[in-house]
Structures are given as structure tokens and as C-alpha cells.
């Protein structure tokens, strides 16, 4: 199956983009990243009938977003993509509001602390208070939740999956189960992958994934800590996985590693390995037919799983 033509013209504008930094020599920057994440790819609108509402998890900025009929007991915690260095409320607002309505949950977009002013485990900390707080905390105030679960893309995905270890770690009351899209699980950068889909690949390469690495792990965290890599975490006792990613993905080995390692621990995975995509393609908008259809297939996994 070939991309829709709307996905090819994305593609096709990445690689051009791509050819005309290179040409220019240009290195990416942190600034470039996130302006970037905040003009091009992440701008769909809120879908109607979703309603915002800014909220402070502790200490952390977060914001409800929620459909309309959506459960204020039944929560979701997304924690944004954008190599822990891009990113905020606003870059995946739009994201957030569509997993809403497809799934019927409530969700809680967290606005963790970035790097390189912040190095790891910051996010990893964010996110845990985050969840905490979720668990007594709804849209409408001081309400306990009925089901939770976890959601993230990228950098996001694999912190999603760090805090499923460090909520078990902490005996905090489990989640329902978690969504992993196109996730970054090993700042080791190991992954065959990195290697192998290069060429295909318009989004992230090697050298991206490798800078991004080393503004996480600071002066004081290994790459190997789960925190930040929880690829070499321990998965028993997780929830069930949702793990969607593209096959031509230079992060495909970190969705694959992760679900095989989860398997064998004894952990319910579903791997769905999309042909023809890019990296965290749910974003694109309603306007490219594979976003719309990834996150309809998230809102049914997350309805399954709460009812």
C-alpha cells in the first residue's frame, strides 16, 4: 500500500527540506527544533466541541482536554514528543483533542520541563507528579479516577513508558493500559534501525537522535538509565501496550526491542507496524487519511480497554 497523496506531499516537502539544510550545511539547534514543532508539522486545529482547561498538577502546567461526553473519571496522561528538547501544550493540543474524541477519555496534556535547560530525569519527575495528581484529580476538580491510562509520542511515548515503571516502582495504583506511538525508548541511539532506515526516513536520522541524546542525559545520568531509556528497565508487571509504529521509521528497532522485551516479561503488547507512514504521522491533521486512521485505531484500543 502506497502513501495517499496528501502523506507523499509531506514527505516529499521533509525531503526537500531536508536536501536544502544539508546544501546549506546547516546543524540543527535547539531554537530550530522548536519552532519547527511549533509552525509546521503540529498546527490542526482543536476539533469543535472540545473543550481547555489550564491546570497545575503540583507543580507541573498541564491542561485538560476533553471532547464533548468524554469521562471525567476515565483519564488520559499524554505526555508530548519533540526529543525532550520541543514541545508544549500548544504543539499537541490538536493530538490530544483527537484521541479524545476517539477514545471518550479525558486528557491530560503535560507540559514537562525541556532540555537542554532541564537534563534528565526532569521529564521522567514531571510525569510522575503528573500521574500522581490524575489519580485524585479530574476536569472538574478533586474527583478520584475510575480508569487511567498513559499516552506519548516519540520522546513522549518513551517517557510514557518510563513512568509505567516508575508508577509500579512507586506502588501507585496501575493504569488501564498505555499507547506508545512511533516512541523513543534507547538514548544509547544502538537501534539497527537508526542505521537501516536512514534513506527512507525524512524525519528523524541518526545524527538528530544523537544530539537530542546527549542534551538529556546531561553530565549525570548513563544513557542506559531507565528514566530516560527504558528500553533497559524491567517490564514486568506493566500494563497492556499499544505500540504503533512506521515500518520505513529509523526508530523502528525502539518499538521493536521494547515489544520483545515486553512479551517475554510476561506484558499484553500490541504491535502495530504501519507500512508507508512517518514518524508520529497522527499529527498530520485530518487532512492526511493515515492520521485520522492511526488515531482512530488508538481511540478503539484505549475504548476496549476502559470499558
Not at 509552525?39 to 464533548?68: D, I, M, Q
Not at 537534563?119 to 490524575?134: C, K, N, S, T, V
Not at 526516513?201 to 541518526?206: L, S
Request: negative net charge; proline residues 7%.
Amino acid at each position: 500500500m502506497a502513501a495517499s497523496p496528501q502523506l507523499q506531499a509531506v514527505i516529499d516537502q521533509l525531503r526537500t527540506n531536508n536536501e536544502a539544510a544539508a546544501a546549506a550545511g546547516l546543524a540543527p539547534t535547539v531554537e530550530g527544533v522548536r519552532q519547527m514543532m511549533a509552525e509546521s508539522l503540529f498546527t490542526a486545529p482543536v476539533p469543535a466541541g472540545v473543550t481547555v482547561k489550564k491546570v497545575r498538577a503540583v507543580n507541573v502546567p498541564c491542561e485538560w482536554v476533553y471532547a464533548h461526553g468524554a469521562d471525567p473519571a476515565k483519564r488520559l496522561l499524554y505526555l508530548h514528543g519533540g526529543g525532550y528538547a520541543a514541545g508544549n501544550l500548544d504543539t499537541h493540543r490538536a493530538l490530544c483533542a483527537d484521541i479524545s474524541v476517539a477514545s471518550g477519555l479525558s486528557v491530560l496534556n503535560v507540559d514537562y520541563r525541556l532540555a537542554p535547560e532541564h537534563a534528565g530525569p526532569a521529564q521522567f519527575d514531571d510525569a510522575l507528579i503528573a500521574y500522581r495528581w490524575m489519580l485524585d484529580n479530574g476536569p472538574a476538580g478533586e474527583e478520584p479516577a475510575a480508569r487511567c491510562f498513559l499516552a506519548g509520542d516519540s520522546a513522549g511515548g518513551g517517557l510514557a513508558l518510563a513512568t509505567l515503571l516508575g508508577i509500579r516502582d512507586a506502588g501507585l495504583p496501575a493504569p488501564s493500559g498505555a499507547a506508545l506511538l512511533s516512541p523513543w525508548t534507547d538514548m544509547t541511539v544502538s537501534g539497527e534501525s537508526l542505521r537501516g532506515n536512514a534513506e527512507k526516513d525524512p524525519m528523524v536520522g541518526y545524527g538528530l537522535i544523537a544530539w537530542m541524546a546527549g542534551m538529556v542525559t546531561g553530565e549525570e545520568l548513563q544513557p542506559e538509565d531507565p528514566r530516560i531509556s527504558p528500553l533497559f528497565g524491567a517490564f514486568e508487571g506493566l500494563p497492556p501496550l499499544l505500540i504503533q509504529v512506521g515500518e520505513e521509521e529509523t526508530l523502528l528497532s525502539d518499538s521493536l526491542r521494547v515489544a520483545e522485551k515486553a512479551q517475554a516479561a510476561g506484558v499484553e503488547v500490541t504491535l502495530e507496524r504501519w507500512p508507508d507512514v512517518i514518524h508520529v504521522w497522527h499529527a498530520l491533521g485530518h487532512d492526511v487519511p493515515e492520521a485520522s486512521q492511526g488515531i482512530q485505531r488508538v481511540g478503539e484500543y484505549l475504548r476496549g480497554k476502559a470499558a
